[in-house]
């Protein structure tokens, strides 16, 4: 009898060129949530069983990455750009086996390329460093963890003034509070009090309780330690 494991491969069709290519994916009985920390990042009880690490579909022939966020269709003058700019100096590789950490950080590299190139909504590329930092975060690389984490907390913050979130899957109230959250995180503290007050200021007609609450705690926080440092 075959033993199923937590990986298999899953067939893709590249966005870009239309080649066919198989990658890695797990199976969701495998994965095991330990917590959230407080800017939404999953921790897993087994790290090498880690969704965040096969997120990203790279194309091994053409280069152009992607996830199930991106939009699927690509306009002609935009994938003349791609073949250009990506894929004509693209060197064949394979991404589709198991991936450390360091190889899925490279895949959301390749992505946010690839976003830029296809002009991907800000809500969308604002996901992709977002994961990027999360996954720095884990090998304890802080000085990457704050850049990606600002990439993310400004182009969040361009999604939200531009109203480019709608039909994304991001509620204006789980927006509002990320921005705070990654301010607070990078010791923007005035401006994090600032989103955090207009998460509770929504809080009666918001659908999102948990979020309204994280929120409130998470300002409530930044109080006692503004308060223990002055």
């Not at 990455?65 to 700019?85: G, L, M, W």
């Not at 990027?132 to 850049?147: G, K, M, V």
Request: proline share 3%.
């Amino acid at each position: 009898m075959t033993e199923i494991t937590p990986f298999y491969q899953k067939n893709i069709e590249c966005l870009s060129c239309k080649n066919s290519f198989r990658t890695t994916k797990i199976r969701s009985r495998f994965i095991k949530l330990r917590c959230h920390e407080t800017d939404f990042r999953p921790v897993y009880q087994d790290e090498k069983i880690n969704p965040l690490l096969y997120n990203v579909n790279v194309c091994p022939a053409c280069g152009f990455s992607f996830t199930d966020d991106f939009n699927r269709y690509i306009v002609p003058a935009i994938k003349t750009e791609i073949q250009e700019k990506l894929s004509a100096q693209w060197t064949e590789q394979n991404f589709g086996g198991n991936r450390s950490t360091l190889e899925a950080i490279n895949t959301y590299k390749l992505a946010i390329l690839s976003g830029t190139l296809k002009r991907e909504k800000s809500v969308t590329m604002a996901g992709l460093y977002l994961r990027t930092a999360w996954l720095y975060r884990s090998i304890e690389n802080e000085e990457q963890e704050n850049r990606f984490m600002t990439l993310a907390m400004n182009t969040y913050t361009t999604a939200y003034t531009n109203e480019d979130f709608t039909g994304m899957g991001m509620s204006e109230t789980k927006i509002l509070y990320l921005i705070a959250e990654l301010q607070l995180r990078l010791q923007k503290y005035r401006e994090a009090a600032s989103y955090f007050s207009k998460v509770l200021s929504k809080q009666k007609n918001s659908l999102e309780p948990r979020i309204v609450e994280m929120a409130r705690d998470r300002w409530q926080e930044m109080r006692e330690d503004y308060r223990k440092a002055t």
